[in-house]
């Protein structure tokens, strides 16, 4: 507000000492005053002002809350979230000042965009390196996100959000001129073709250093399922020197700092529930431009409960997935692929690493869903990837699978990451039987990802489920539908009772 | 977020007992839960996830924060902030139940306006009614209002949104069918001519039962200003009697639940700085209608540092306010008036008040440029309330404020407010001189309205500043430009620290 502006220049009149609350507020620093504090009366603050923090080592931006009665402060104590108190770290005896925040420049660009004018780079970039420096509370944020969706962004906006989110982290180089990746936009359970796509291509010789994110909202991410067979918490150095001796790798990209308003984007656009087409394609582009990619496949499942759901929002997010990436010269190819139901049977981290383990080892109980899926994208990959191109391609991808070469790159990867492991086993299984006989007609991706999280996907990494009956399967009165898995029993009555409340889970037509 | 949505059918597995923490974090209720706890870790919930919290009076919806470290809560416990805490009023041992909200019917009108659909008046009663509510936390609001600011209302939409805001609340009906109201959009200091124009016009026989709100921002609100002279926190039976004796009323409306969403709103438009026009069109008109007013005019003070900055600006928000005030019945007036200089000589509620008297009583040093004020906006109610048109009516009002009858009607309803005192004066007082000589050629009304409130208005009725020098005017070196007055040496010295480092409140030019 500008009329708190300018006591920002003023010096902070009264200190208190720092107290830990051992509150998790997530990203957003929140600091607790008493209301009988003088520094409170002084400024004139009130809850959920924004006021800056200052300390011996660093100064923040905090939301303030006010501590009107109780005993949680001394007279001389402000309270600090985790947040507020990992980003000052005060000493033992800190004392810490305050004033009102100084309005934030970026917000000055978000209200322009709100009021429809177009953003140029630099504003994106002072709005993404104020979220990323932790000085936007999550009002803020969320205001950024809405005046940018709904189609409110031009294809030049996109690509410079998008490069501001690159700009924001850490870009990784590699010697290879061509580097190729793969993702899939989600929303489909069991969908794990990444580490079949990494060991087929890598096996004919391209270089593909994948990182991937563990599961925010679904059962499971690739890094959730890689991890039940091998390390994948590397640092930059180790994965050179994976990437060096084979090619490839499948790491966690969390710890590296590629893009990293990403996932604070995301966390906000999940209050909000809010799918944003153009944070859509900045979110993916920035990670695979940070990652030093240089030619790019993205899979797109398509279905109603899928997180795209009609060929024309596909189509759309393609074309604009496509105008970016020429702009940040990636090379992309995107497939449209089914996402009526889930692919594979299992859905959770070792249910789907057992799915991925079967397709590789060509185990005769294999899920040729996931096997054809896999070789499709890896197809698009080898082409991409100048390799050879159409019928061809696939065929030398079919091959690789086939004669055990895939697998044999696959085993040398996990070694080269730390060790090769036999994803674990959950203790409680319990089959989920049909009410009556009849047609699989429908799978709610939805739901069913629901139920494996009650289950305790991730967080136990052998819980999840284990699908027995796809769409346009006919199935027997009593014949189980899915199997739960958990690693307590509490948990798998939970997710029995979520699944007893859902039957829509699996649509059934009468026989 | 769908998959989440059908937990909310399940029975919340775990209870804990509440405690109260005494955080005030405003209107947003937030809970707090042990990141050990069975209910964190059952349910899958996160930092900021929006939790429905079950109690034997209330369920409600909160915002969730997790305690990861510390030993805030015992292991059987949850802490409640203030809102919280009210609005489930928990009993001595009662145990509060858990689980994932149930999402928002409101938030998918948001979204669907957020990607351009217009919204229904349907639409707009479920989002007003969750946030009255207390169903949606600052982020959706956030999103809410983004969503509808920049242009992007239609008058349907205005109008619609407004009427829900009138029927989420208290409406008040007289049984007169003329009733006059005034409102001022705000945002230039000592502009306090409610209390004149409703003592000439009530004089003058027409009827206004004036609500007026506390400052939010500023140094001042009518109510606050009024106070210093008769009590103003009468109810709604209190009130009438005031109205139906002596034709009209001054009171602070903040206690009968009149369009209780627009604070809310407000709340968080100050978060992001955000003006919208489309929100104060609903926010003036919400409340009017509300208090049963039929014929309103409505000051438009337009100035470089005033709320409405150009004449452009100022024609739009007249344009909206005419378009939805007539879909609503209302009969409407707006005057755009010079909104470059404070008004009067107070800014702080007793200092106000005593400008409000001189005018009335007629007192030999009364500001003029109050009194001309004041007269232009009662001439305006009076023609608008059929009484005389024209010159006529601002003779008609020059002349009940002339010969006594406007000063003995406000005395005579302060009475029947319940008494009628002399405003007090500050304690500390200390003058802020000109650094050289020269003409007065601008006043920032956002300084200067921050110098005040750091002397201590209006929580202190007699802090604020007297201003000595107008626009136009030619001071010498080391004359008064203005006064600061306080109720404590502090908070004079804060002030004043502030005035030092902004020589821009008052902008002399060299002579």
């Known amino acids: 507000m500008t009329h708190e502006t300018d006591a920002a220049t003023a010096t902070p009149p009264c200190s208190l000492r720092a107290r830990r609350l051992g509150i998790d507020t997530h990203h957003e620093p929140v600091v607790v005053l008493r209301a009988d504090s003088p520094v409170v009366r002084a400024e004139g603050f009130e ?13 923040i931006v905090a939301t303030l809350n006010i501590l009107t009665s109780g005993e949680l402060l001394g007279p001389d104590e402000v309270g600090l979230s985790e947040a507020a108190w990992r980003r000052l770290q005060p000493a033992a005896d800190e004392r810490l000042g305050f004033r009102f925040a100084r309005p934030s420049d970026a917000m000055s660009h978000v209200r322009a965009k709100i009021f429809g004018s177009p953003l140029r780079e630099g504003a994106f970039e002072a709005v993404i390196g104020d979220i990323v ?15 940018c969706a709904g189609g ?22 590699w010697p290879q001129a061509l580097v190729v990746d793969k993702h899939c936009i989600g929303g489909l359970p069991g969908n794990r073709t990444t580490p079949i796509v990494v060991s087929i291509v890598t096996a004919l ?15 499971a991410g690739t890094a959730d399922t890689v991890e039940t067979i091998t390390r994948v918490d590397l640092d930059l150095e180790q994965m050179r020197r994976v990437v060096d001796s084979e090619g490839g790798c499948m790491v966690w990209g969390g710890a590296m700092n590629m893009s990293p308003a990403d996932d604070l984007l995301i966390r906000v656009e999940r209050m909000l529930d809010l799918d944003s087409e153009a944070q859509l394609v ?30 024309e929002q596909a ?39 057992h799915d991925v383990l079967r397709v590789l080892a060509n185990h005769p109980q294999a899920p040729d869903d996931l096997r054809q899926r896999a070789l499709d994208l890896a197809a698009a990959v080898i082409e991409l990837g100048g390799l050879q191109s159409g019928a061809a391609a696939r065929e030398l991808a079919a091959q690789a699978l086939a004669d055990g070469r895939a697998w044999r790159k696959f085993q040398a990867i996990c070694q080269a990451q730390g060790a090769f492991r036999e994803p674990g086993v959950a203790p409680f299984q319990r089959p989920v039987p049909a009410p009556h006989a009849g047609r699989v007609q429908a799978i709610d991706n939805r739901l069913l990802a629901r139920a494996a999280k009650l ?30 898995h958990a690693e307590s029993q509490g948990e798998l009555d939970y997710a029995l009772d979520f699944v007893r409340h859902h039957p829509a889970i699996v649509h059934l037509e009468q026989a």
Request: charged share 15%; proline share 6%; glycine share 10%.
């Open 47 to 59: 809850a959920h002002a924004r006021i800056e923090v200052v300390g011996a080592r660093a100064s």
């Open 133 to 147: 420096a932790g000085r936007l509370s999550n009002v803020e944020i969320a205001a950024f996100l809405v005046a």
């Open 152 to 173: 409110r962004m031009s294809p030049a906006e996109v690509t410079s959000l998008t490069r501001a989110m690159v700009h924001s982290g850490a870009r990784m180089n």
């Open 205 to 219: 010789g391209l270089v593909m250093p994948k990182t991937s994110s563990r599961a925010i909202t679904s059962p």
């Open 282 to 311: 900045a979110s993916v582009l920035s990670k695979k431009a940070a990652a030093g990619s240089t030619h790019v496949v993205i899979d797109i499942p398509t279905g109603p409960t899928a997180k795209v759901r009609s060929p």
């Open 315 to 353: 189509q759309s997010l393609l074309r604009a997935l496509g105008a970016s990436a020429r702009a940040l010269d990636l090379k992309l190819v995107g497939l449209v692929t089914d996402g009526s139901q889930p692919v594979g049977r299992g859905v959770g981290p070792a249910l789907e690493a």
């Open 455 to 484: 289950a305790g996907a991730p967080h136990a990494p052998t819980a999840g489920l284990l699908l027995h009956a796809h769409v346009g399967e006919h199935v027997e009165r009593g014949q189980a539908l899915f199997e739960l």
